[in-house]
Structures are given as C-alpha cells and as structure tokens.
C-alpha cells in the first residue's frame, strides 16, 4: 500500500476495523486495481454491495445525470425518482409499500419499530408485547437496535446493556421457535441466508413453517434480506424459494449497486402502522440514491440476470463442489444459493482470504471457518471458473 495512505489510516482514522492490507484505486466490471497496479477479481463486491460490479455504464449514466439534476432535498417534499422507484420496486412483492433510508442496520431499525407499533396495536400502550425472536447467529447490524436483534458475543461485547425485547431461537428448529413466542412477543426478525456467520441458508420447509406459526399467533414474519435480496440468490428476494410471503421484508446492500441505501417493504395490512412523524431520516431515499437503484433495476431486468444467476450458479456451484470432493482435507462444505456462496474451510478463513488475495482473488471471510465467494451479479461464466481456479491452486499448495 502506498505509504501516504497507510500513514493517513493509521494517524487519521479510527481503528475500529482490522487494518487492511491493499488499497484500492478504481474498479471495472468484476475488476478492481490497487494503488500498486495491481489488479484483483473481485468477488466481494464491497460487501455484496457492487450489484453490477464497477463503474457499470448504465449506472454511471443514470447517477451523472441525476448529480446534475436534482441531489437531495429531504422528505419535506415528494421526488419522482422516489416514487418511480418504490413502484417499480412493489412488482417483486405482493401489495404492500416502501419506506427508504440509507443502510441495513436501518432498515432493520425500522423493522424494529413497526413491530413495536404492532404489538401496541395488539395489546395497547401498557402491554408488555415488545419482544422480538432473531435466531442464533443472525446478524442484523450495529446499531442499538440492531445489536440487541444479533445475539453475538463479538458484536454485543462492550455495548452493554443491550435494548430490552429480544429473545433467540435455533435457525432450522421451529419448535425452538413456537417455545419462545408468548403473548410478550410480536414478531420474528430473520435472515432467509445467514450472511455475517457463514452462508447458512434457512430451510424452505422451515420458513414455511414458521409463516405459519407467525400467521396462528399473530407475529410479524420480518424478513432481512439486507445481503441475500435484491437478485443475489438468483430470485428477486431469497424468501421466494420457500413460495412464502413475510409481513415485512429489509433490504440494503446492492439495491443501488453501490450508493449508500436501504428499505423496507410492509405488506399492505400493516403498511398504516407508521403514521405520519412516527418515523424518519432526513437522507431516506434521495433521488440520487433512487437514480443509483432505479439503474440496478434496469440492468437486472434488461440482461435477464435473474435466469442468468440461476443458470450458471448451478454450474459453479457443481465445480466448487467437486473441488470440494478432491480437497476434504481442506473444505469442509459447500453452501448458499446463486451468487452467494460460502466455502466452509476446515481451518480459520482469514490466512486463506490473504492467500487468495496474493493470487488476484478478493473474497470476503465469515465466521469461524467460511471464505464468502460474492460475484457482483453481472459476472459472467469466465469469471466465475477464473474463481474457481484461483481457489483450487490456492488450496493445493
Ligand atoms: C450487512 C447486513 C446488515 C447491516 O447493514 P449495514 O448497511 O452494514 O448497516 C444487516 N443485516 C444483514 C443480513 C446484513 O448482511
């Protein structure tokens, strides 16, 4: 790294992440480049962010003009790219409506919140139905809210005490769940594929289940597909594998492709929980962020990239597989779904991470013992394979 950088990070920012070894200076496509030359096949995607990987023309186009246009002007007044894009957005799912803001732990701040009105609405201002289930694992963000839904040690750790109303269930388990919900609790808040702790994917039979249990006890069914959604696992949101429909879904990462935003979508029966100044973000759904979304929309439904993930994720996910077969001493499990997979490693990920990177691979790494493999979702079959090869030398030597 260039030693003016290094220098800035270390005298000039906090160290609230582990330093990072490589900066980087401009991206194309699936390819970033350092600040050395250097150029790397990304898949990271800033986090499952880069929906059409870097500098995407389209997106370009639609952010410059837009830039030129009209940035911000707070919620004090209507935009139309605002509106264009929660109409748009409202063909994913069945009636329901949209509330925008800026990130993930938001958008589930504000899942937060509607289950709290829902629970008011249920048993009245002096009840005591504010609790919500997460499931063991789950991440859901860093804020207070946030935090307390993310039953982690590491996350928790230092930011006692936590906001009352959580409880957690075992993912998969739904009787662990039906123990926990009693008249104090209002709605379940889950991931359809854990991300943060490794790519575990809830099971269909299970999110059918527990639509079920929601429905007979009058819970919110709250879906976080802040990494999962937005076209990642091959459909719109991941729920659809499980043919269910929540009562709320959270979305952020790669709704805008790489411009800070996120939403919430609320079924139509309880879309009239907020009423107006019961919840707000000056920044919420700018039209610049709306312009930087509106383009990942255009682009998913012009390339057809829905059936293009699930087409040539079956392919990978084979090869990957089958390296799996030839390396057990070495990977453990292949999981996820589309272009969110999880290579689940019989040894801690970050050396392997490192060692990926030296070989021109960028890989994010998840709990113990997970290498997360994000594609930005216009990465072609080439790609995919060139990852699958860097992977296998990489494990061989
Ligand atoms: C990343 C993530 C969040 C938090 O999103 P931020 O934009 O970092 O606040 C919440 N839930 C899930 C499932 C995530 O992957």
Redesign the pocket.
């Known amino acids: 790294m260039n030693e003016n950088t290094q220098n800035q990070y270390d005298s000039y920012l906090i160290h609230n992440y582990g330093a990072p070894a490589i900066s980087l200076v401009s991206g194309k496509g699936a390819s970033v480049q350092d600040d050395q030359g250097r150029e790397y096949l990304d898949f990271t995607s800033g986090?499952?962010v880069n929906a059409l990987g870097h500098s995407h023309p389209d997106w370009v186009e639609s952010v410059s003009k837009q830039a030129g246009t009209l940035i911000h002007c707070s919620n004090l007044f209507a935009t139309p790219k605002q509106g264009e894009l929660a109409e748009r957005l409202s063909r994913y799912t069945p009636k329901g409506r949209f509330l925008f803001c800026n990130?993930?732990?938001?958008a589930?701040e504000a899942l937060i919140k509607l289950a709290r009105l829902h629970g008011r609405a249920l048993a009245g201002e002096e009840g005591k139905r504010y609790t919500v289930i997460t499931a063991e694992n789950a991440?859901?963000?860093?804020t207070f809210g946030?935090m307390a839904a993310t039953p982690q040690e590491k996350i928790q750790n230092g930011f006692r005490p936590m906001l009352p109303g959580f409880r957690h269930a075992k993912l998969n388990d739904i009787d662990s769940f039906a123990e926990q919900i009693d008249d104090e609790v209002c709605a379940v808040l889950l991931?359809t594929i854990q991300?943060?702790s490794g790519i575990n994917p809830a099971k269909p039979e299970f999110l059918r289940d527990l639509r079920a249990l929601c429905t007979e006890r009058n819970v919110l069914l709250l879906i976080?597909e802040?990494?999962c959604g937005v076209g990642r696992s091959g459909k719109f949101y991941a729920y659809e594998y499980a043919g269910i429909e929540p009562d709320a879904i959270?979305m952020?990462?790669g709704l805008a492709g790489g411009f800070p935003i996120?939403a919430i979508w609320v079924a139509e029966a309880y879309a009239d929980l907020f009423t107006p100044g019961s919840h707000g973000t000056t920044f919420g759904g700018t039209p610049l962020a709306c312009s930087a979304a509106l383009a990942v929309l255009d682009v998913i439904e012009k390339e057809n990239l829905l059936e293009r993930i699930t087409r040539q994720s079956e392919a990978w996910h084979q090869e990957l597989r089958n390296l799996a077969a030839k390396l057990p001493h070495k990977i453990k499990q292949v999981r996820g779904l589309g272009y969110l997979v999880g290579v689940g490693l019989t040894e801690p990920p970050l050396p392997v991470v490192a060692k990926l990177r030296e070989a021109g691979l960028l890989t994010a790494p998840a709990g113990n013992n997970t290498v997360r493999l994000i594609p930005p979702l216009i990465a072609t079959e080439a790609e995919l394979q060139k990852a699958t090869q860097i992977l296998e030398q990489v494990l061989s030597d």
């Open positions: 986090i499952a990130s993930g732990t938001e589930n991440f859901h963000g860093r946030g991931e991300g943060e976080d802040v990494q959270g952020a990462k996120g």
